[in-house]
């Protein structure tokens, strides 16, 4: 029954025994500095292994800073090996802390940041159209489209023809000749539609026109070495790709109209997602806005940064009002037309709400993004707090939600509202 029952959900096997497959960094955890205590940190990690037993996710990590002090660095589960259709004699690789990740929709947050960087050093001005940088993306009715539209997902390109082959995605040249065809489904910029992988192509072309070098160079230059980042590249070198975490698409195949909205938000089905996402020319290649690799507790770094208004151990990164306009409402809350749900954007990031958002209760002033559905990655100056959870599953619907939406109120619950006068200058 219980073999039936995983291979219906497409779960893998959960060992019973949780702390053999638990990795901690104590010297990466300081509760005691931020004021948190033990009770508070072993309560966020038990809803951690709430989600782990559903067994959606072979492998997460943890990475939790509040007061800019690390209070949980922990991994659970495998990099591979222990998925729903591996054997008992596939080999069984660990995760840890330091195990690179891809964050997929996440590193939306990066690029997103990255523009905004531009335009403090005045080399774009973010109202302007992208045909001001780039002619070429003005046919068939785009001249218009702006920049910040298409930060803010209201480019009027949610998605690429469903006809392209997916090779398109790792040759520049093919993806942003596709993009110049399009035609938008709007151009005023008054109606939200998540675009999945088409706007960090816009947004790379821009930057690399305007700057005249790659963006991979420029992630380098002004974030990952600042910041002293081991992995934060776009897709992985060769050479490490065996160290990159394996995709699994896990939980109960979505069926109609949850497929539908899938498939029009990816482009594809679970199962094609997984076998292109631990694609070697996937993890090689550079698309923006779904395959920035990284640890969770980088993607963590990069948001406890934002939340100190750009700074990083001393070193200024950016500007603070750079900062505050990046995470700065654009339009209302409104129905997203690619997700279906409710959605609050900045140019660049996904917002909170109150009385309830995306990032938990009371949660107005949160910041983050989403990546597959499961990961998530923000930052809560009203709790002072920046959260990365990482996991390596592709479920879309199943048993697992209740899990994961605990997980958020968990921390909220843990990290309550702190005064006004002590928030982070980002919240005010």
């Not at 690390?70 to 589960?77: C, K, P, S």
């Not at 409104?334 to 109150?354: C, E, H, K, V, Y």
């Amino acid at each position: 029954m219980k073999s039936i029952t995983r291979r219906t959900l497409h779960t893998f096997e959960v060992p019973k025994d949780l702390a053999s497959v638990t990795f901690r960094d104590p010297d990466g955890e300081h509760p005691a500095a931020a004021g948190v205590s033990p009770s508070s940190v072993e309560a966020v990690w038990r809803s951690v292994e709430s989600l782990y037993r559903t067994g959606v996710h072979p492998g997460i990590q943890l990475s939790v800073r509040h007061r800019g002090h690390q209070v949980l660095h922990r991994a659970i589960g495998h990099t591979r090996g222990n998925g729903p259709e591996d054997g008992p004699e596939t080999p069984k690789v660990p995760m840890t802390t330091d195990t690179p990740i891809c964050y997929f929709s996440a590193s939306k947050a990066v690029t997103g940041l990255l523009m905004h960087m531009l335009s403090e050093q005045g080399l774009v001005n973010l109202m302007d159209p992208v045909s001001y940088y780039c002619p070429e993306f003005a046919s068939h009715g785009k001249r218009t489209i702006t920049v910040h539209q298409i930060l803010s997902h209201r480019g009027g390109i949610p998605a690429i023809p469903r006809e392209t082959p997916i090779d398109v995605l790792w040759d520049r040249d093919e993806i942003w000749r596709i993009l110049c065809a399009a035609r938008p489904v709007e151009v005023d910029g008054a109606k939200v539609a998540y675009h999945a992988i088409t706007g960090g192509f816009v947004l790379q072309r821009v930057l690399e026109k305007v700057t005249g070098a790659s963006i991979e160079a420029y992630i380098d230059e002004h974030l990952r070495k600042p910041m002293g980042m081991k992995w934060f590249t776009y897709g992985i070198a060769p050479e490490h790709l065996t160290e990159l975490a394996t995709n699994y698409a896990t939980g109960p195949r979505p069926v109609f109209p949850v497929s539908w909205v899938v498939n029009r938000a990816l482009g594809g089905d679970i199962k094609t997602v997984e076998q292109v996402t631990n694609d070697p020319r996937f993890q090689e290649a550079v698309i923006p806005a779904g395959n920035l690799c990284g640890t969770a507790e980088e993607m963590g770094r990069f948001f406890q940064m934002m939340l100190n208004g750009g700074v990083w151990n001393g070193k200024r990164i950016c500007r603070e009002i750079t900062i505050k306009r990046a995470v700065q409402q654009f339009g209302s809350l409104q129905i997203d037309r690619t997700m279906m749900i409710p959605m609050r954007f900045s140019a660049g990031l996904m917002l909170g709400g109150n009385p309830v958002g995306l990032w938990g209760p009371q949660s107005r002033y949160a910041f983050g993004h989403i990546g597959l559905i499961n990961k998530m990655c923000w930052a809560d100056p009203a709790r002072d707090i920046s959260v990365s959870l990482l996991n390596t599953g592709i479920p879309i619907v199943g048993h697992h939600l209740p899990a994961l939406a605990r997980f958020v109120y968990t921390v909220c619950k843990q990290f309550p509202l702190i005064p006004e006068t002590q928030r982070p200058l980002v919240a005010i």
